[in-house]
């Protein structure tokens, strides 16, 4: 009913989205490498939503690449007429994604010099997108439980950043840097609202 009250009265509609995404082999280490790189450059440019939404572009781009090693998928989110009620929301995701286990990436310290030459490779990487943007989608509005869905809703992601509707972006991942590895056991501790594609 306020969806529709506030069609009629022009209010802005904003949506918060958050999809998980779980990428499971040998392979999906490099994938760590893309996720650092944009990591960093959104915290060098202290959070520009242009450069952030670039590589947000380029994160989906290569989680479409990477579709064959795609495990189990979920989402979740809101619709809201208020932007100071999405903003809630969009930090209440944030302080929830950044929670999981080991999502965030540690820049401050460089490799030691008893570090050992090789390191280990995790076989899962979870991503986690949460974004707040204007309007209606319906690619992201939906169950992402399947492949499919899930690569349409990877490219509305994309063409939301070229259309600038984008108002805010955030990438989690799990484990957030090379050498941390993620268990079978704890993908089920903390994240448990994953489905099997």
């Known amino acids: 009913m306020r969806d529709r009250f506030s069609k009629l009265t022009g209010g802005t ?6 999809l998980f995404l779980h990428l499971a082999g040998q392979e999906v280490a490099p994938i760590l490498g893309v996720l650092n790189s944009t990591a960093r450059a959104a915290i060098d440019s202290d959070g520009d939503l242009e450069i952030m939404g670039e590589g947000l572009v380029e994160l989906c781009q290569t989680l479409l690449q990477y579709d064959e090693y795609w495990l189990s998928a979920a989402n979740e989110g809101d619709v809201f007429w208020d932007e100071g009620e999405a903003g809630d929301y969009v930090n209440e995701l944030f302080t929830d994604s950044a929670q999981r286990y080991l999502s965030e990436p540690d820049f401050s310290n460089g490799s030691q010099p008893n570090d050992p030459l090789s390191i280990p490779v995790t076989r899962n990487v979870v991503v986690m997108i949460t974004v707040a943007f204007e309007g209606e989608v319906p690619e992201l509005e939906t169950d992402l439980s399947n492949v499919e869905a899930l690569k349409d809703a990877l490219k509305a992601l ?9 108002r805010a972006i955030q990438v989690h991942f799990s484990p957030a840097q090379l050498g941390d590895e993620l268990t079978n056991d704890q993908l089920l501790q903390y994240f448990t609202e994953l489905i099997p594609l």
């Not at 509609?13 to 958050?18: P, Y």
């Not at 994309?158 to 509707?165: A, F, S």
């Open 13 to 18: 509609r904003f949506v918060v989205s958050r």
């Open 158 to 166: 994309i063409n939301l950043h070229y259309k600038e509707k984008i």
